[in-house]
């Protein structure tokens, strides 16, 4: 899905546009966007280069994940080789169990933030907490959901290109565990292009 596919998404869940309905037909003075979502962690701004944002995160401490056996960096995500992980911080007060970082085109454009249970209840606390926290800076909207995995979805949008999301899920595994999932993420549209290239 394109960026514009997914802000029309955005404003559908909102209860702002029809499915029907055209770009033009949104008026800008129907949503409250905040004036500036943070575009800037542990030194490193979007836009930055992967060489940049490893330099950048090991002044912090952060060391992407290597592979156990060749010490070379492992690398996640759906377009190339487009995802850095980091394993085991604190960001905005909370910990999270990971990070990964995307880019396109060499150019770092999103961020998300992963905090992993395996206790729906205690995940339920910690995305209620990240909310509370979110909405303090943030003006965010709450997103409908067909998915019953998915138990919060929330999102801020800036004046910019630039978008907040927060989302808690729960699911089974075959074994019948579970597994709980808390996802913070910001990205900025200006970054991406829809044809990446290593």
Known sequence: ???????????????????????????????VYNENIQGEFFGVPFGATKEEVIEGFAKHNLFPTKDSETNELVFRGQ?????????????G???????????????FYYIRFIAEHNDKERALRKGAAVFEKLSNVYR?????TEDPSVLIK?????????????????????AENVIANV????????????????
Do not use: A
């Open 93 to 107: 007060g909370f910990t999270w169990t990971q990070i990964i970082v995307y880019f396109s085109n060499n150019r």
């Open 1 to 31: 899905m394109g960026i514009k596919e997914k802000f029309n998404s955005i404003l559908v869940s909102l209860g702002l546009r029809e499915k029907e309905q055209e770009d033009t037909s949104v008026k800008p003075e129907d949503i």
């Open 140 to 144: 965010m909207y709450g997103l409908k």
């Open 154 to 174: 929330h999102t801020g949008l800036g004046k910019t290109s630039r978008q907040v999301w927060l989302e808690c899920n729960s699911w089974l595994t075959p």
């Open 79 to 91: 377009l190339h080789e487009n995802g850095i992980s980091f394993y085991g911080l604190n960001f």
């Open 183 to 198: 996802f913070l993420d910001y990205y900025d549209e200006n970054f991406y292009t829809e044809n990446n290239e290593l």
